[in-house]
């Protein structure tokens, strides 16, 4: 039975795909900073269904969540890489401190749960629902064409996050010891709503 590692399912997206993973009959481990707020997704499928503290910025909770993951339910095939948030200034205003918790967040936090889950897999295999979710801002954005200044940073990070999902696919054919990986990259194009999270500096 396939397992999916879901980031931050407290809400939206993650939420939302967790029970109808679950619903479909498939493993899932459901993850979020807080798992108190995912625990009644876990109480509906109490079979197939793991809770887990994750923080992608700390790589102790990444290898101890993909860990967990490998033990309940013996690998990760699918992983679903939603977590992210936004981050509007102009590049010269930008804070330095939330710069790097940007980065943490929406790439080196998603590249370690990547390094991870297909370590945790044998052989390598993973299905990878990617970042270009995180591509898409609203349709305000792209009316106020002035107002795409401030989100060169989000780019920045995201896109980061989808050329190394992408690297990972392509050149990863085969290990050493000449067994296959199978990486697969699926980018699904959801209409992020993320003002509310968006850390103004203008």
Not at 102 to 128: R, W
């Amino acid at each position: 039975m396939p397992t999916w590692l879901i980031k931050r399912c407290s809400t939206g997206l993650g939420r939302h795909l967790a029970q109808a993973v679950l619903e479909g009959g498939w493993n899932a481990v459901v993850t979020a900073r807080d798992p108190a707020k995912v625990q009644d997704i876990v109480a509906a499928y109490p079979d197939t269904a793991l809770a887990l503290a994750l923080d992608v910025t700390d790589r102790t909770h990444v290898a101890e969540a993909v860990r967990q993951a490998e033990t309940t339910f013996g690998t990760v095939d699918v992983l679903v890489n939603n977590a992210g948030h936004g981050y509007r200034a102009a590049v010269e205003e930008a804070d330095e401190a939330d710069v790097d918790e940007l980065f943490g967040a929406n790439f080196f936090g998603p590249a370690q749960v990547i390094i991870k889950a297909v370590e945790a897999s044998d052989p390598p295999h993973l299905l990878l629902l990617g970042s270009d979710a995180i591509q898409v801002v609203g349709a305000a954005l792209d009316a106020d064409r002035a107002a795409l200044g401030g989100i060169f940073l989000l780019k920045g990070s995201s896109g980061a996050a989808r050329e190394f999902e992408r690297s990972m696919s392509s050149n990863t054919d085969r290990r050493q010891d000449q067994t296959p990986n199978y990486i697969f990259v699926f980018d699904p194009i959801f209409l992020v709503k993320f003002s509310h999270r968006v850390k103004e500096l203008f």
